[in-house]
Each structure stands twice: as C-alpha cells, then as structure tokens.
C-alpha cells in the first residue's frame, strides 16, 4: 500500500541551506525508492486558512518505506544542513 508524505515550508530565513538541502533530500528520496508528486507549486487554500509558503508531496511504496526514508542516514544529513533554516512540518500517512 503506498504512504505518502506532505510537507510544508514556511518562514524561510536562509534561502541557501534551503537549496544545499533540497538538492540533499531529493537525492535521499530517489535512494529511498520515494518520488515527487508536487513540489513548490501554486497553492490554493479551500478551508481553515491553511496556507503554507511551500508544500512538498511524496509518494513511497509504504508507509514503513517513508519512516525509512525520514530516519535514514541520508535524510537526516538532509535534515540537519536546514536546521534553522525554515519552519517544516512533515507528515506521513498511508494510502489506498
């Protein structure tokens, strides 16, 4: 069953560590059997205000598969080179 994973960007303060990491994750993800469904395009919020500077979704083959990819050495490399960069909040959920 595949899983997915929304991610939202927001407040972004240094816009270099955001591109040396989004290079970085987008390599884990490849590594982790993940792809890209959106990434970054034009958002329209339909209910509860819920706007997000950026949004990010993935698909992986399961939702253990993207737990994977979260916790694995090459995301958390990720994960450390944005710290402070950006308010993120990540998601998985598992799909049809």
């Known amino acids: 069953m595949p899983a997915y994973v929304i991610a939202t960007i927001d ?5 270099d560590k955001i591109a040396q990491y989004r290079d970085m994750a987008a390599k884990a993800t490849a ?8 990434r970054g395009g034009e958002t329209a919020p339909l209910e509860g205000g819920w706007a997000p500077g950026r ?4 698909e992986f083959p399961s939702l253990e598969a993207a737990k994977a990819w979260y ?3 090459e995301y958390q490399e990720a994960f450390r080179t944005r710290e402070g ?12």
């Open 11 to 15: 407040n972004v303060t240094d816009p």
């Open 31 to 38: 590594k982790a059997g993940g792809k890209y469904i959106a």
């Open 55 to 58: 949004a990010v979704i993935l």
């Open 71 to 73: 916790h694995s050495p």
């Open 85 to 96: 960069a950006a308010d993120f909040r990540i998601l998985a959920v598992e799909g049809l």
